[in-house]
Nanobody, 119 residues
Framework: QVQLVESGGDLVQPGGSLRLACAAS????????MAWYRQAPGKQRELVAV???????NYAESVKGRFTISRDNAKNTVCLQMNSLKPEDTAVYYC?????????????WGQGTQVTVSS
């Protein structure tokens, strides 16, 4: 059974920092591309950051220079370090694991963790 469990969401003041973690089980973690998405109330889910199995990364323009995605294949964990947080970063943050094998896509989501940026 595949499980992705996010943690680290909290209430933080503008300008503060948070570190989200996603622990994966039931998959060969090192083979998967891992990503963080977020969904604010009334908005569509959007990609925040992605890290490929080889370690290359990409970020949404809105978080470049503030957020850093990293992975630890030994611990089956992907993290999102979020600095200089803004109220517009408030959302539920989701972890996603994805693997493409030929024409088959294996895709799994976590349950989400709430991040609230407010004074």
């Amino acid at each position: 059974q595949v499980q992705l469990v996010e943690s680290g969401g909290d209430l933080v003041q503008p300008g503060g920092s948070l570190r989200l973690a996603c622990a994966a089980s039931g998959i060969i973690f090192s083979m998967y591309s891992m990503a963080w998405y977020r969904q604010a109330p009334g908005k569509q889910r959007e990609l925040v950051a992605v890290i490929a199995d080889g370690g290359s990364t990409n970020y949404a323009e809105s978080v470049k220079g503030r957020f850093t995605i990293s992975r630890d294949n030994a611990k089956n964990t992907v993290c999102l370090q979020m600095n200089s947080l803004k109220p517009e970063d408030t959302a539920v943050y989701y972890c996603k694991a994805e693997l493409l094998r030929g024409i088959v896509v294996y895709r799994y989501w976590g349950q989400g963790t709430q991040v609230t940026v407010s004074s």
